[in-house]
T-cell receptor, first 113, second 120 residues
Framework: EPEVTQTPSHQVTQMGQEVILRCVPISNHLYFYWYRQILGQKVEFLVSFYNNEISEKSEIFDDQFSVERPDGSNFTLKIRSTKLEDSAMYFC???????????FGSGTQLSVL | AQTVTQSQPEMSVQEAETVTLSCTYDTSESDYYLFWYKQPPSRQMILVIRQEAYKQQNATENRFSVNFQKAAKSFSLKISDSQLGDAAMYFCAYRSFYMNYGGATNKLIFGTGTLLAVQP
């Protein structure tokens, strides 16, 4: 089965630093998403991205967050100035069409110290 | 706003036995999708089964089946002939049928999960 690839698998950063999480979607997929899961809590939607723009975002996705697909392949999530509460597992998910199966990556565990 | 509730934080089952995981949800929409996702220790989210609300027939995937009760807003997962590899966190999730701009939303609303242990 095709896979969504996320790098790095683990990221440790100091509070206030910028981090970029990367995702390589399945090649023909058109819809891209970021979710996050704080340890022991539910998985939460952050943002959806289609046709090079954000189509929906949650309250969590404030001005500190941004997404882009700079080179037509990688899909990135940037956190400009990390906070302790940003520590979580971040999942990228992609799909060919919105009524099709959503494929999740293995996640990036972000630890903010 | 839609909510998803999983009232069983942990469950345990003997290998080869059957277990049922509960999920209830709240919505004012008439059309939607419901999902069960499995999250093993690797933490990857794996789709187990999907149910369209407009279908009366309960979805089945091999040893996994659901009991979808639309009026009661209940969506339980039954795992038959449990195997050691079924041990994982299981999340129930909801998605609206109707899309917003460009049909681009695939926003899932997750429950808090049920940790399933399988005893040999």
């Amino acid at each position: 089965e095709p896979e969504v690839t996320q790098t790095p698998s683990h990221q440790v950063t100091q509070m206030g630093q910028e981090v970029i999480l990367r995702c390589v979607p399945i090649s023909n997929h058109l819809y891209f998403y970021w979710y996050r899961q704080i340890l022991g809590q539910k998985v939460e939607f952050l943002v959806s991205f289609y046709n090079n723009e954000i189509s929906e975002k949650s309250e969590i996705f404030d001005d500190q967050f941004s997404v882009e697909r700079p080179d037509g392949s990688n899909f990135t999530l940037k956190i400009r100035s990390t906070k302790l509460e940003d520590s979580a597992m971040y999942f990228c998910a992609t799909t060919l069409a919105t009524n099709e199966k959503l494929f999740f990556g293995s996640g990036t565990q972000l630890s903010v110290l | 706003a839609q909510t998803v509730t999983q009232s069983q934080p942990e469950m345990s089952v003997q290998e080869a036995e059957t277990v049922t995981l509960s999920c209830t949800y709240d919505t004012s929409e008439s059309d939607y999708y419901l999902f069960w996702y499995k999250q093993p220790p690797s933490r990857q989210m794996i789709l187990v089964i999907r149910q369209e609300a407009y279908k009366q027939q309960n979805a089945t995937e091999n040893r996994f089946s659901v009991n979808f009760q639309k009026a009661a807003k209940s969506f339980s997962l039954k795992i038959s002939d449990s195997q050691l590899g079924d041990a994982a966190m299981y999340f129930c999730a909801y998605r609206s049928f109707y899309m917003n701009y460009g049909g681009a939303t695939n926003k899932l609303i997750f429950g808090t999960g049920t940790l399933l242990a399988v005893q040999p």
